[in-house]
Structures are given as structure tokens and as C-alpha cells.
């Protein structure tokens, strides 16, 4: 139950998006409150963190940890690992198809672009399921292959010059995000991700030339972010061989050695903490966390035994990939709909400032409601 929640309150975090409390902000000016919640639902510009950039780690990390369960249940009914291996190619062949549709919706063509989280998933799961396989010596070696060798690729491509034309990347040149030095290896656009796609991402049809990613997003983060994946594999393997007890502590310890490991990355200036591109410091950082929040959700849910607080989290949960195409797909045909139905001024209550968040609430609920509807007759969306 505990890691439903924790994958609940995951994607309520992704869901929430619809409150736009950043566009609230703008209309506090110089108000902490609204500050603070604006920088926790957004993603910072390029190093460090907010809570909304560990969304996608926690969703990552949670496919690894769901991992050892499903492998033993398939067996248990009768799987062979050749049907299982079959299964786990389609489902990262749907996860990867499902990420370039939602980022084609407003285009006038297939976009075709991977770096949409579920596309970030399906490329790493068929190796992740294979890792699931093997002995535990052989996945904390994967992860160091992943983690050192994507570095060490980063490190030896050529760092931008001085005279490199950032404008040219979509970087303007009184951006305040600029690395020197050594550190110049992850700048925006300027790296070896970007270098990447400038290849990769033109090899398919397209309206004009791929040339940079607004964001600053990759491919290529697809291979960190299967590192994520693994700490998950980790974690899931841990609950499985300590049920029915709780191994806190060993979730403890490794979330102290993830933060303490990505944090002596970033300030040593060997690697920064870079969400958008997924440094492995941010693998081994936001992993850190992940493994806290499991700690945290398993204690009080599992050992505690406070369960009736979760259940609004666990119906989102337990439909995880429900929630996510409900959230990308429904959020516009809500609000117009609640707005024809019950008004165009009904959100207007509280002032024109908290016209969005009004109505994100109801069309968050709206969500919940679905979900709702869906958990009690055991309609679940899997892959």
C-alpha cells in the first residue's frame, strides 16, 4: 500500500499542474507564500531542484522497485522468461509510442521527440527487465557503467569555446545559468546530448530541422534515468526479501549516501545537479530522495499502520498510467465544460486573482473523480 501512495502522490504532483500557481505568483508580486508554491510547481531553470523536478525521478524510480513483484507474480502463474521478455519489448515499445503522441497533440505532424517521461521509461525498461533477472552484484555494476561511462562520454566531448554562438541554441546570452571551466561540458545545449539529437531527432520526418530543445531535454537521459530505475530495482528487492518487515533503515541509509553522493558531485564541480539533462549526480541526488520518500511512506503507512489518510493517493495509484493520459488529454476539455455548465464566471469567487487555481481544483477533482470511478470497479489501465 505504501508504494501506491507513494506513486498516488506522485502523479497528484503531475496533476496539480493544472492549479498554475505560477501564473498565481505573477499576480502576488513579492508574496512568499504564493513564491514558494509557484518554485515547488515549477522546474527550476537548470541546477538544483523543486519539488515538482522529482516527479519524474519518483515515477521512474517507482517502475524499478514495481519490478520484482511483477516478475515473481508472472512467474507464479505459469510465465517463462522468454513470454515475459516478449512483454516487456511491447510494453516499452507502447510507453515510447505514447510519449510521442502526447508530445505530438498540438502539432501539425508526428513529433517525433523521447524525452517525454514515458518515453524516457520505455527505452530503458527492456534492459531494466533484464537486470531484473540477474543477481544483485550484476545490477550494482550496471549501475556503475551507466552512471561513470555517461559521465566520462559527457567529460571528454568538447567543452563549448568562447566564441560559441548560444543564441543560435535557443540560449539567450544573458543567461545566469552559464558554467566555466570544467563544468562548461553540461551547459545548455552546448553538450553531448544536444550534439545528439541535432543528429538523431532529424533522421525523422519533420516540419523544419530539429535544432535544440527549448527546455534543454534529451534523448540521451534515457540512460540516467534508467540508473533511476535501478536504485528502484534495489529498493523493491529489499521490501520483497525483509517482507513483512520494513528494512526503514537500509531505505534510510541509502537515501543518505544518493543525497550525499550527488551533492559531493555538484560541489566538487565534477558533475552538477541538472534535472533537465539528467546528470548522473542528479541520478544519484534525486535517487537519494526517492529512496526517502519510500522510507517515509512505508513507515508510517506499513509499520504505523495509518492507512485511511492514503487512500485518496492510492486510487490515483493504483491507475497510475490512467492518471497520467487523463491529466495530458482531459485537463482543457474539463475547464471549458465546467465553464458552460456551471458559468464563465464561476471560478471568479475569490477575486480574478484565484480564477486558475479555482479552477484547476475543480478540474482536479474532476480527475480524482475518474479515478475514483475506475478503482471501485476495479478498472485499472496496465501496460
Known sequence: MAVDAYRGFV??????????????????????FWEFLAFNQSHVPWAGFSLHDLIQPGFSFLVGVALPYSIAS?????????????????????????????????????????????????????????????RPRWQWIALAVILVGYWGAWALYPAPGPDFDYQRVGVPPDWQHFYTGFAAHWNKNANLGAAFDQWFLNLFPRSKPFVYNGGGYLTLSFIPTLGTMILGLFAGRWLRAAAPRIPVKRLLLAAAAGVAAGLLLHVSGICPIVKRIWTPSWTLFSGGLCFLHLAAFS?????????????????????SIAAYMIAHLFGDFLAQSLRIHLG????????AQLELPMQGAAVLLCYWLILLWMYRRKLFLKI
Not at 505560477?22 to 512568499?32: E, L, Q, S
Not at 510494453?91 to 505514447?98: D, T
Not at 499502520?305 to 495509484?317: F, T
Open 11 to 32: 502523479m497528484l504532483l503531475m496533476m496539480a499542474e493544472v492549479l498554475q500557481l505560477a501564473r498565481v505568483a505573477r499576480a502576488y508580486p513579492g508574496n512568499w
Open 74 to 134: 508472472r512467474l507464479a502463474k505459469g510465465g517463462t522468461f522468454g513470454k515475459l521478455f516478449l512483454h516487456a519489448l511491447w510494453r516499452s515499445a507502447l510507453l515510447v509510442a505514447l510519449g510521442v503522441f502526447l508530445r505530438s497533440m498540438r502539432s501539425a505532424q508526428t513529433n517525433f521527440t523521447f524525452e517525454d517521461t514515458l518515453a524516457q521509461i520505455g527505452m530503458g525498461y527492456p534492459f531494466l527487465f533484464l537486470l531484473g533477472f540477474r
Open 299 to 319: 513507515w508510517l503507512i506499513d509499520l504505523k499502520g495509518y492507512r485511511k489518510w492514503a487512500y485518496p493517493l492510492v486510487v490515483i495509484g493504483m491507475n
Open 344 to 351: 464563465q464566471d464561476v471560478f471568479k469567487l475569490l477575486g
